[in-house]
């Protein structure tokens, strides 16, 4: 049911340790106990860094698995001088962030942590503070850090990169700092998803329609659930999906679940991606709400089923007798949203073609294991994410074996990674000049550190 969505953790992650002190002031590890008397360990303009802001940030790292260490300190304190003097610039350039757009990442980040601790309640209950809370103690948080982002993509906005640059780059590499290129893949498929017939949708239609009847009429939906719902995450549960925000379900199916007033309120029919659906209100909290709900899957008959694989068969000689490419059949024939041009699908990690081995899919894996680069397999049954039958043939472009990155193979990866560095030589650049007009205090904490810029 729930949408996939690309996540990326490391731009979700909020800080929720608590303010931690090293026993016996010892700074180079051990187990924080008691109260941290805070004070300033550096002054950046008319910004300042606390130490525990380098606290909470150090023992998140060692909770997962850094070493304890002075060094990690300094470059958590770098890391932060530095977000300091990109926060200071950031206002004195006037960048603007608005209220909307603070809310919403706001609001992303809670999901997650929600997703991530089962419930409003866990998550409520791990900071002892309400929702509501949580937002108002991060919300000037997370304007700053929005604003850095903006200042630093504001820097190096102009940054490009010539492939004799990319070249250069590579060249210049050290043979131990040549980055390893894991094995992947690149696949491609050709589906077919037949569509029911009207027939076909009326029967389901009239088959939920009747469960609803019965439910109306006094019948347990959580029974009803249990015996007749065709999501199998939920029936067992008796439909109950658990709480849940915004954008997390179809959009169709939100505005069933938003729109029940009372508890035991049992909606209309609703059509989703997914099939028909039956909906009843548990209960409301904030932003947030959970119901049962009951799915039929709306199912192609088996006569519509095996022409789609008649299709998909003459497909496969086109192909194989050089009539078509793969990319051209693709492009007549796939009922696939998520391919590219050439009719491969997208890793939805990295944004690009090429998966490792525990990116892909079993069921396809065990197919284009078999497979030569270049070659396609015979259609093979296929069912979406929604639950929906059909055929597919796939297409193995491309197996790679483990290697050292090399410019003819591996271009794209190399670009990146030059790309990324000239980027860093331009912050570098801005950061030399704008610390010699500003004012910076660094403390006794922290003047001992082998810093990467000459903060003093």
Same mark, same amino acid.
């Given at each position: 049911m729930r949408k996939s969505l690309l996540i990326y953790i490391s731009a979700l992650f909020l800080s929720f340790a608590v303010v931690a002190q090293p026993e016996n002031g010892d700074n180079s590890g051990g187990k924080p106990e008691g109260e941290t008397i805070d004070k300033v360990v550096a002054i950046i303009g008319d910004q300042m860094v606390l130490l525990s802001d380098v606290e909470n940030q150090y023992w998140q790292l060692i909770m997962q698995g850094e070493t304890k260490s002075m060094e990690l300190r300094c470059s958590i304190f770098e890391e932060l001088l530095l977000q300091k003097l990109l926060l200071a610039q950031a206002k004195a350039d006037s960048i603007e962030v608005s209220q909307a757009e603070v809310d919403g990442e706001l609001d992303r980040r809670i999901r997650?942590?929600?997703?991530?601790?089962?419930?409003? *309640?866990? &998550? /409520?209950? +791990?900071?002892?503070?309400?929702? &509501?809370?949580?937002?108002?103690? +991060?919300?000037?948080?997370?304007?700053?850090? &929005?604003?850095?982002?903006?200042?630093?993509?504001?820097?190096? /906005?102009n940054v490009s990169i010539t492939p004799k640059e990319v070249k250069k780059y590579f060249n210049s590499l050290s043979e131990d700092s040549v980055p390893l290129i894991p094995s992947y893949? *690149?696949?491609?498929?050709?589906?077919?998803?037949?569509?029911?017939? *009207?027939?076909?949708?009326?029967?389901?239609?009239?088959?939920?329609?009747?469960?609803?009847?019965?439910?109306?009429?006094?019948?347990? +939906?959580?029974?009803?659930?249990? &015996?007749?719902?065709?999501?199998?995450?939920?029936?067992?549960?008796?439909?109950?999906?658990?709480?849940?925000?915004?954008?997390?379900?179809?959009?169709?199916?939100?505005?069933?679940? +938003?729109?029940?007033?009372?508890?035991?309120?049992?909606s209309e029919i609703i059509e989703t991606p997914a099939g028909y659906h039956i909906l009843q209100l548990i209960e409301r909290r904030g932003e947030y709400v959970n119901v049962r709900h009951i799915l039929h899957i709306i199912k192609v008959s088996p006569t519509d089923m095996y022409q789609a694989k008649l299709k998909l068969d003459t497909v496969y000689n086109e192909i194989n007798s050089g009539k078509l490419t793969f990319a051209e059949a693709s492009e007549m024939y796939s009922d696939d949203p998520n391919k590219n041009e050439e009719g491969l699908m997208i890793n939805s990690y990295s944004g690009n073609t090429k998966f490792s081995a525990d990116e892909v899919d079993a069921a396809v894996f065990f197919v284009v294991d078999k497979l030569e680069p270049g070659s396609i397999s015979r259609p093979v049954l296929y069912q979406t994410i929604e639950g929906k039958d059909g055929y597919r043939i796939l297409y193995l472009k491309s197996r790679s074996e483990p290697h050292k990155a090399n410019l003819q193979d591996d271009y794209n990866t190399i670009q990146e990674l030059a790309l990324n560095a000239k980027k860093m030589q331009a912050l570098d650049k801005w950061v030399a000049v704008k610390k010699s007009s500003t004012y910076i205090r660094i403390m006794e904490d922290f003047q001992g550190c082998l810093f990467r810029y000459d903060w003093f």
């Open positions: 997650f942590f929600v997703a991530q601790l089962g419930s409003p *309640e866990a &998550l /409520e209950a +791990f900071y002892n503070k309400s929702i &509501l809370e949580i937002k108002d103690e +991060f919300r000037e948080l997370i304007y700053q850090q &929005l604003l850095i982002q903006r200042m630093q993509g504001k820097i190096t /906005e893949i *690149e696949v491609g498929q050709i589906v077919i998803i037949p569509e029911p017939s *009207e027939a076909d949708r009326d029967a389901v239609y009239q088959e939920i329609s009747a469960l609803r009847d019965r439910i109306l009429k006094g019948e347990s +939906f959580e029974v009803m659930a249990r &015996l007749y719902s065709d999501d199998p995450g939920s029936s067992s549960k008796g439909g109950e999906l658990g709480l849940f925000g915004r954008d997390e379900m179809y959009p169709e199916f939100e505005a069933a679940a +938003f729109g029940l007033k009372n508890p035991g309120d049992v």
